[in-house]
């Protein structure tokens, strides 16, 4: 079984580094950047700001591969969201200079205004980031990251919601019970599909 921890303070520079690894090449990523060479760097401007978002309200959890973060996954909490008041301001703030520096900037936002303007309102759990590193997939590692805030979900009668850009993910997390339930397509972005899991039992 892989070693399962919360992701330290001074954990954040490698995770964001692994992620950057573990979303390259990725369909949003790529249609932010300019060029291969800016995808390599607005991944981890992409990833630092929204770390640093998630931190402050999101259960962060790492799975070790070699002595390594081998894979990350963030949930957020029943009640954490939507943000409201300052909480949103701060976190458009963060996303402003990432965005920025996007492009397709005017599109860009439409659409991830657009994934949240169709986030569930209902309490639930939110699956708002899950990445495995390259050289450690394969193992496992994101499996055991979902099952014990899945298995929470199970006993507390939540449901599980996320969204992703990679329609091959779709039929990966439909084998731990997710299923979609909205697909996003604004004109000329990348389309989003959002999945979710109602408890067991």
């Avoid at 962060?60 to 300052?86: K, M, N, Q």
Wanted: aromatic content about 10%; charged content about 30%; hydrophobic content about 40%.
């Amino acid at each position: 079984m892989p070693t399962i921890r919360r992701l330290d303070e001074d954990g954040y520079d490698e995770a964001t580094a692994m992620l950057s690894r573990a979303f390259w090449p990725d369909p949003l990523i790529g249609f932010f950047s300019r060029g291969h060479l800016h995808e390599h760097r607005f991944g981890p401007l992409f990833f630092a700001a929204d770390l640093a978002d998630l931190r402050r309200y999101a259960e962060i959890s790492v799975a070790e591969h070699d002595g390594r973060l081998g894979a990350l996954a963030a949930w957020v909490p029943p009640g954490a969201l939507p943000r409201t008041g300052w909480k949103r301001i701060r976190r458009d703030l963060r996303a402003a200079p990432v965005l920025l520096r996007a492009h397709h900037r005017a599109k860009a936002t439409r659409l991830l205004a657009e994934v949240d303007r169709r986030h569930p309102k209902e309490p639930h759990w939110y699956l708002a980031l899950l990445g495995t590193d390259p050289a450690a997939t394969g193992r496992g590692l994101a499996t055991a990251l979902l099952a014990p805030v899945l298995d929470r979900c199970d006993e507390d009668g939540d449901f599980a919601y996320l969204e992703t850009q990679k329609e091959a993910n779709v039929a990966w997390y439909a084998r731990s019970g997710f299923t979609v339930c909205d697909e996003i397509e604004l004109e000329a972005t990348p389309k989003v599909w959002c999945l979710r899991r109602d408890p067991k039992g």
